[in-house]
């Protein structure tokens, strides 16, 4: 049995950044969807190298593939989905992975808040100008269609999610310890130690 943690959010918004927090306080293990679209694409997929192109969100059908990556490639029980799912159809292309290859898995969502479109650009701007970006998906044409995308999606992604398992909105505008203790401070209690098994809990809104 596996727990999963969504981090949700605009670009920008420190998804990757709470996952990889979030695992090394729990002792789970981070997959970031981006991060693996982007290794496809440098390999020659010519999709994933469409969609970083483009700024597009990854199909229903390569997001599939990047899940079954996922279960195979985990080696914890805890895992950080970092970025994913990034809409209503991968709500439920994650809930058929699920049914496959855990099926007694559980699930928490957290969405990560910003105040505006323009503090997400300015994140991505601060990103790119801290060195030299290998992310051709954060320039800033491509970063602005991701972000608008994303802004789109969020309202039916979330209230999708919801239909299925917990999800809480955190502030995301504090430094990245505070929104860290916000997200550990919303898990639930039988989730704090990566030794803990969630156990008498059943059905898709078990906490």
């Known amino acids: ?3 999963l943690i969504a981090t949700l959010g605009l670009p920008g918004a420190g998804k990757s950044t709470q996952a990889k927090a979030l695992a090394r306080t729990l002792g789970g293990t981070a997959f970031s969807v981006g991060d693996w679209l982007r290794r496809l694409a440098a390999d020659g997929d010519e999709s994933a190298r ?3 192109a483009s700024g597009d969100t990854i199909s229903p059908e390569k997001y599939r593939r990047f899940l079954h990556h996922v279960f195979d490639d ?11 799912p990034r ?9 058929e992975v699920l049914a496959i290859r855990s099926p007694r898995s559980h699930v928490f969502g957290v969405l990560l808040e910003l105040p505006t479109l323009g503090a997400a650009e300015s994140r991505i701007r601060g990103r790119s100008g801290a060195g030299p970006s290998q992310r051709h998906d954060d320039s800033q044409e491509i970063a602005t ?18 239909t299925l398992w917990p999800l809480v909105n955190i502030d995301a505008t504090g430094c990245e310890e ?3 203790e ?14 803990t098994v969630v156990s ?4 898709p809104h078990a906490r």
């Open 145 to 162: 269609r991701r972000i608008a995308l994303q802004s789109c999606a969020l309202a039916h992604l979330s209230a999708r999610f919801l």
């Open 200 to 203: 008498g809990q059943t059905g």
């Open 74 to 84: 985990a080696p914890a029980s805890l895992l950080m989905l970092d970025g994913s």
């Open 182 to 195: 916000q997200v550990l401070g919303a898990l639930p209690s039988s989730w704090s130690s990566p030794s």
């Open 1 to 3: 049995m596996h727990r």
């Open 178 to 180: 505070a929104v860290t």
């Open 50 to 52: 469409a969609t970083v």
């Open 87 to 95: 809409d209503a159809r991968h709500v439920a292309v994650l809930a």
